[in-house]
């Protein structure tokens, strides 16, 4: 089984910095990528970035040049360093890892990011 935890997240002024983490464990292996996701009450939870196993990466387009995924291939970990937060980027925060051969999609129970003055 393979587990996710996310950690990182908290209440920060509009303009501040929060970096998460995301440490899988268990059964990991042929890992696609890792991925970071937001979700706010009463909407769809969606993309903010991922990252490849070979480091190719994908922003969401609210967070470019904002934000930067990267990641620990041999500690099973990626992070989020969130720059210039606004309130639109409170959200809760999830990571996921996800492999196609063998199969499977893991979300972490999310992390609280809050940025409000």
């Known amino acids: 089984q393979v587990q996710v935890v996310e950690s990182g997240g908290g209440l920060v002024q509009p303009g501040g910095s929060l970096k998460l983490s995301c440490a899988a464990s268990?059964?990991?292996?042929?890992?696609?990528?890792m991925g970071w996701y937001r979700q706010s009450p009463g909407k769809q939870r969606d993309l903010v970035a991922i990252?490849?196993?070979?480091?190719?990466?994908n922003y969401a387009e609210s967070v470019k040049g904002r934000c930067t995924i990267s990641r620990d291939n041999a500690k099973n970990t990626a992070y989020l360093q969130m720059n210039s937060l606004k309130p639109e980027d409170t959200a809760v925060y999830y990571c996921?890892?996800?492999?196609?051969?063998?199969?499977?999609?893991?979300w972490g129970q999310g992390t609280q990011v809050t940025v409000s003055s």
């Open positions: 990252i490849t196993g070979s480091g190719n990466t």
């Open positions: 996921n890892v996800k492999s196609y051969s063998p199969p499977y999609d893991v």
């Open positions: 268990g059964s990991i292996f042929n890992v696609y990528g």
